[in-house]
């Protein structure tokens, strides 16, 4: 569907030189902004540039490959972060009225400014023997946009429980761990659950454009920049990493919601 648009957009602009009603198009459809779909294709098995070996199809899974494993590690680590500071806030209320303005201001910072902070924050960075990685960077900034959804999702999930519900389990006497376990966690999974979706998207945008901004080689986003810079020549080749960055949120998506049907599998349809 989208490559039939594609063209017709392409077709449609070539027949009236890119002008309605004296209006230009949004996109130029000439060869080198809108090459076609056939031409794109194509590319995935032209020679890669000088040196790196191999095609560009090649170069392209394996640079989703290296995006996505920093992808997945940033979205682990938000979920740890935004499930811990979802947890807190709904245990003290005090603190939820504290946090919760800074949580909601940490993403107004835009990530390609804090991105040269975590870098270079990063590189004077030692754990005992362990010295900070550029991969870190890209893991820390994806985790960063990550466990915003996470925290604010799960927060409301964690506080969805109607109060005959929370009176019962002080009626057994229950301790506010063995409520969180037995009633607030499970009773936040229909909220957490989008919330995961939404911060795995982030989490895979943070990783692109962490890789672009901390100049991190071997990802997709590295690949985007190098292609880019060398679109005069061929101009189809930039699109063929954009295909491996859209199959690459695809594939984060499509776990997501592999991890849904299996969280989901027993609970009634009314609950979800």
Same mark, same amino acid.
């Given at each position: 569907?989208?490559?039939?648009?594609?063209?017709?957009?392409?077709?449609?602009?070539?027949?009236v030189d890119d002008h309605v009603f004296g209006w230009r198009l949004p996109a130029h459809t000439?060869?080198a902004s809108m090459p076609h779909i056939s031409t794109i294709l194509g590319s995935f098995s032209?020679?890669?540039?000088?040196?790196?070996?191999?095609?560009?199809?090649?170069?392209?899974?394996?640079?989703?490959?290296?995006?996505?494993?920093?992808?997945?590690?940033?979205?682990?680590?938000?979920?740890?972060?935004?499930?811990?500071?979802? *947890?807190?806030?709904?245990?003290?209320?005090?603190?939820?009225?504290?946090? +919760?303005?800074?949580?909601?201001?940490?993403?107004?910072?835009?990530? *390609?400014?804090?991105?040269?902070?975590?870098?270079?924050?990063? !590189?004077? +960075?030692? #754990?005992? @023997?362990?010295?900070?990685?550029? =991969?870190?960077?890209?893991?820390?900034?994806?985790?960063? +946009?990550?466990?915003?959804? #996470?925290?604010?999702?799960?927060?409301?999930?964690?506080?969805?429980?109607?109060?005959?519900?929370?009176?019962?389990?002080?009626?057994?006497?229950? @301790? =506010?761990?063995?409520?969180?376990?037995?009633?607030?966690?499970?009773?936040?999974?229909?909220?957490?659950?989008?919330?995961?979706?939404?911060?795995?998207?982030?989490?895979?945008?943070?990783? *692109?454009?962490?890789?672009?901004?901390?100049?991190?080689?071997?990802?997709?986003?590295?690949?985007?920049?190098?292609?880019?810079?060398?679109?005069?020549?061929?101009?189809?080749?930039?699109?063929?990493?954009? *295909?491996?960055?859209?199959?690459?949120?695809?594939?984060?998506?499509?776990?997501? !919601?592999?991890?849904?049907?299996?969280?989901?599998?027993?609970?009634?349809?009314?609950?979800?």
């Amino acid at each position: 569907m989208f490559a039939a648009l594609w063209e017709a957009y392409k077709a449609f602009g070539r027949a009236v030189d890119d002008h309605v009603f004296g209006w230009r198009l949004p996109a130029h459809t000439d060869d080198a902004s809108m090459p076609h779909i056939s031409t794109i294709l194509g590319s995935f098995s032209k020679a890669e540039v000088r040196g790196r070996p191999g095609i560009v199809g090649g170069a392209v899974l394996s640079g989703s490959w290296f995006t996505l494993r920093l992808a997945v590690t940033g979205l682990i680590v938000g979920f740890v972060v935004g499930m811990a500071l979802a *947890i807190i806030m709904c245990r003290f209320t005090l603190v939820r009225r504290a946090w +919760l303005p800074y949580v909601v201001l940490s993403q107004t910072v835009p990530l *390609i400014a804090l991105a040269p902070l975590i870098v270079g924050w990063g !590189n004077r +960075l030692k #754990i005992g @023997s362990v010295h900070w990685q550029p =991969w870190m960077s890209v893991t820390g900034m994806s985790a960063y +946009l990550a466990f915003f959804p #996470i925290a604010v999702g799960a927060l409301r999930g964690l506080q969805s429980p109607k109060e005959q519900s929370l009176e019962l389990m002080d009626s057994y006497a229950a @301790s =506010w761990t063995q409520t969180l376990l037995k009633l607030r966690l499970p009773a936040a999974v229909p909220y957490l659950l989008p919330a995961v979706k939404l911060g795995a998207a982030a989490a895979v945008v943070g990783a *692109i454009v962490a890789e672009l901004s901390a100049g991190v080689s071997g990802g997709v986003g590295r690949l985007i920049l190098d292609y880019f810079q060398k679109a005069t020549g061929d101009p189809a080749r930039v699109f063929t990493a954009f *295909i491996g960055a859209a199959v690459l949120g695809l594939v984060v998506a499509a776990g997501v !919601n592999g991890l849904e049907l299996v969280l989901t599998r027993h609970r009634p349809k009314a609950a979800l």
